[in-house]
């Protein structure tokens, strides 16, 4: 890896941390916002989902501004709205600007994913895709570790406000980095106008390849970043009855176990592609035992919980392989445009999810902030049940490549 490839690397790797812990940071929160506001589930998890609807929201401009201005100069500016909603979340004295805050983190961090992955499509190999991918979720899953055991210890002593003002900080000096470190791309093509970006983006929505590579992915990631970054913790407390320090140990658990399956998958997929077995196919593969490991959770399999919650962790983000697989069906001109793309679709069903998941647990009666097992038995088996219907669809025998030369010289600019 060449200096310039490790600058890139974790520069944007950096963007995808801060946007991962802004991601996930309410689950440690939860409990005293809920205190201190009387927030019910449904509230709760309205609040927190803002996150996904502002970043799902800014996904289609976010892609175009990617394609047009380059991941450097569209990342360092938008991650500056990310630290000015986490300050105006951690001021806020009602639930009504707490959600402007929340939803402005979002629309802040919107474009960390997709810049980190055009970034290394244009400084990488293809092949490399899968490993390097993987290496920049990796990092971004450790703050999903930070949001569990380390984001409880550091509330024992600071309160959730001044967490708030840390986080907006460590934002700006991550923006100003990637606006002065971060090397451009010269890009070789005709850069055309925005309107005809646009243009582009309505190809990939169109593009019965892109839809056929995305079915199964958006669910499964859907399902576990919904479930990460809020109702893991409600899970672990009500159904398997552990106290909040356990509760959180395992969600860091479950973050550093994604770290090594976003680095194993990403490692093994090359060489099993030698082997004959397509990045497709493995993807697949893995997104299946996710949802056997959702299974083994719900009818407490006879193993250890942190056994279990590890493989949860580990097959939950493999659905990310399915980047790699977008870059090898379009121009590399679209790559902004198609992962910005996936990624939308990905966070509306997280703030489908957990807006839903809220509101199906909100059916039962709390008891003590504790809802019955039999809520949390409903939540998941419908989303077992949303994952399998995706699963056969993404096995289902149809058009899963297309040729760069299908797209027109204006769709690809």
């Known amino acids: 890896m060449s200096s310039t490839q490790l600058r890139v690397f974790l520069l944007f790797s950096a963007g995808y941390f801060v946007s991962y812990v802004f991601r996930g940071v ?186 056929k590579i995305a079915s199964f992915s958006v669910v499964t990631q859907g399902v576990f970043y919904a479930m990460q970054s809020l109702w893991v913790g409600a899970w672990l407390r ?50 299946a035992l996710y949802v056997l490991t959702q299974l083994l959770i719900m009818f407490k399999a006879p193993l250890p919980a942190g056994l279990l919650w590890a493989a949860y962790g580990i097959f939950g983000g493999t659905g990310i392989l399915s980047y790699a697989v977008m870059a090898r069906h379009f121009p590399a001109q679209m790559i902004g445009r198609v992962n910005t793309t996936l990624t939308l679709i990905i966070f509306l069903l997280i703030f489908g999810f957990q807006i839903g998941v809220g509101a199906v647990l909100s059916y039962w009666p709390a008891s003590g902030g504790h809802y019955p097992q039999a809520a949390h038995m409903t939540v998941w088996g419908i989303l077992v049940a949303l994952q399998v219907l995706s699963a056969i669809w993404y096995t289902l025998p149809g058009r899963k490549s297309v040729r760069p030369s299908e797209v027109s010289a204006e769709q690809q600019a």
């Open 26 to 211: 309410n689950l440690g929160f939860a409990p005293f916002i809920t205190h201190d506001l009387g927030l019910s589930a449904t509230d709760l998890g309205l609040l927190t989902s803002l996150y996904f609807l502002g970043f799902a929201g800014a996904q289609i401009p976010a892609g175009v501004l990617l394609d047009h201005f380059g991941a450097r100069r569209v990342t360092a500016a938008t991650l500056l709205f990310a630290a000015l909603g986490i300050w105006v979340f951690g001021a806020a004295q009602s639930v009504g600007v707490m959600m402007a805050g929340r939803l402005l983190i979002g629309v802040g961090v919107s474009v960390c994913l997709g810049a980190a992955f055009k970034a290394l499509a244009h400084h990488f190999a293809t092949a490399r895709l899968p490993l390097m991918n993987g290496l920049v979720m990796a990092i971004g899953g450790f703050g999903g570790v930070m949001v569990g055991s380390p984001l409880t210890w550091v509330l024992g002593f600071a309160s959730w406000r001044a967490v708030c003002i840390g986080l907006g900080l460590l934002t700006v000096m991550v923006a100003l980095a990637q606006w002065t470190l971060a090397p451009d791309k010269k890009e070789t093509h005709h850069q055309a106008s925005l309107g005809a970006q646009f243009k582009g983006t309505l190809h990939i929505l169109r593009s019965g390849a892109f839809w």
């Open 238 to 287: 009500d159904v398997q009855g552990f106290e909040p320090q356990q509760a959180a140990a395992l969600v860091s658990i479950l973050g550093f176990a994604m770290m090594a399956g976003c680095l194993g998958f990403g490692a093994a997929a090359r060489s099993l592609e030698r082997r004959g077995i397509s990045l497709h196919a493995f993807c697949g593969i893995g997104m």
